[in-house]
């Protein structure tokens, strides 16, 4: 009887479509990966991005709707030389409050001086119209009084 032999290919290793499958999904996990990490960056510099804006939003919608300090208590307020951060203009943050406060003082002194104006303009304008209506109430008077005179002389 004939012997079994070891057949000399059994050696090397075979390589078919299951191998070349498999070698096909590696790269395409590794690629996943990377998109992976940079769509997560993405989405942290959204993240970043928008929790930015909604404080800024925040902050000035405090400054919108808060109520304003009275000239006392505005000058006992010191700047806080912790909040040094710069912004995008340069400037750092204390800078643009200080700015904001001198502002809003010259505002409410603009506003002030305009209104005490624009109420003297209007007491003056009254007296005007007034003194115009007396002086007409007192010519029909008067004219009044002549015309009652022609006529009580007929």
Known sequence: MASLTASRFAVLHV??????????????????????????????????????????????????FSKIPSKTQACTIAPNPAR?????????????GRQWKQWSE??????????????????????????KQASKAKRSRTLNSRYLLLIARD
């Not at 992976?36 to 902050?59: C, D, L, P, V």
């Not at 040094?84 to 643009?96: D, L, P, Y």
């Not at 010259?106 to 003056?124: G, M, P």
């Open 15 to 64: 390589e078919d479509d299951d191998s070349d499958q498999e070698l096909q999904t590696q790269t395409k996990k590794d690629e996943g990966k990377q998109t992976k990490s940079a769509g997560a960056k993405k989405r942290a510099r959204k993240k970043k991005k928008n929790q930015q804006i909604n404080a800024e939003n925040a902050q000035l919608r405090d400054l919108a």
């Open 84 to 96: 040094s951060t710069k912004t995008e203009s340069g400037k750092t943050v204390g800078e643009n």
């Open 106 to 131: 010259k505002d409410k002194e603009f506003v002030s001086d305009q209104f005490e104006k624009d109420l003297e303009k209007a007491i003056l304008q009254s007296k005007i119209d007034f003194e």
